[in-house]
């Protein structure tokens, strides 16, 4: 596959099926060196907490639910103000910011309480920065490559989510025990990806461009036209109208249902290393794993979802977690944690960027970013119950108990969420 830069003043032409968007790349820069950071902190975490920390399988279970579920809370509320304003650019900016504050914070935090509070300003920062960056990438795109320009990004960024844990790895080779060093240098990368941001990705205004797009159409028809549409553009609203909307609920009512049964990724992994008794030196190279399969997936399925549609692809990436599960709660042997991890990279590649294109296209251009943050909102919700529950699960069956139960569940509502999904595909191009 090629992929070229496409001028984002050209996007009107929309003529090159294969060309990907200047703003879409460095986004995907940001969200690389943002990763790098987020994630050699997420590869020692779970044993930080339970291993140097000494707290329990369910202390963890707690702090993994805040890790997923509190951008739940300010979401919506960063899609609300990046089209209320018309500046998704420094919305995004002031979330990113904020997570990278957090690495640093993690210097002096040692108690649950602590870790807890660190862990949930990151999450803040982060549902603040989602629904804004997705909505520069959809205004950057044309309709019919959204799923490309989303695989696009999502490969940068995990590129990034790869790095990191090795990064980990090599800090705590070189520096055993050293977890410090891990969130100093993480700290320096989440700087430099708020300035990559601030300094070179452009403040793409969607409602402006459009009012000015319909006053140029305006004029060219021998309509009345204020000056070429150069006056302020329309406020955008949010409400529960948009909710309501028959076609996102849809979406909405399956993300939920699936949410709720996706277990977090520590989780995995701590099963696998406890099952398999990895060394712990090498437990970050399990996200190393996932995040491999992420990266070399990304933009094959994200161009996959361009043709057979988004939803089907966002289902057949559930397939793949299910199978994961499956694989988890199994026997023992290093090819089985090869597969699993595999099997887990494939889910995120199909359902990330496919959940916010999907979303995207489900509601008015004015509201995208409320429309993309209200479908990360119900995730992070239903993400943050899944890892309360399973820590339940966990201390009451252990691992491979609490991986069965998850499976069956699993299973039983991908009939219903193909219902709600597959439909979608045939309304939304």
Known sequence: MYITLRDDATRGSRTGRTRVATTVLLLGVVSMLTDISS??????????????????PLAYGFVD????????VVRLLGGWLADRGDHPKWVAAAGYGLSALTRIALLPAHGFAAITAVVTVDRLGKGLRTAPRDALIAEASPPEALGRAFGVHRALDTFGALLGPLLAFVLLAALPGSYESVFVVSFAFAVLGVAVLVLL???LRPRRARARSSGATDGA????TDGAGTGPPPRARVSVRLVADRRLGRLLVAAALLGV???GDGFLYLALQRRDDLATEFFPLLYVGTNVAYMALAIPLGRLSDRVGRGAVFLGGHLALLAAYLVAAGPGGSWVVVVCLLLLGTFYAATDGALA???ARLVPAAVRASGIATAQTVVAAARFVSSIGFGLLWVALGS??????????????LVPAVLLVRPLDRVVA
Do not use: C, K, R
Request: glycine share 16%; aromatic share 6%; proline share 4%.
């Open 65 to 72: 639910g805040i890790y997923n579920g509190a951008s739940a």
């Open 357 to 359: 294109a999907l979303s």
């Open 201 to 203: 990705v452009p403040d």
């Open 261 to 263: 049964l996706t277990v």
């Open 221 to 224: 028809t021998g309509g009345a």
């Open 39 to 56: 994630e050699s902190v997420s590869a020692v975490l779970p044993l930080y907490i339970t291993a140097v920390l000494g707290m329990s």
């Open 400 to 413: 491979g108990g609490a991986l069965w139960v998850v499976a069956a569940g699993l299973a039983v509502v």
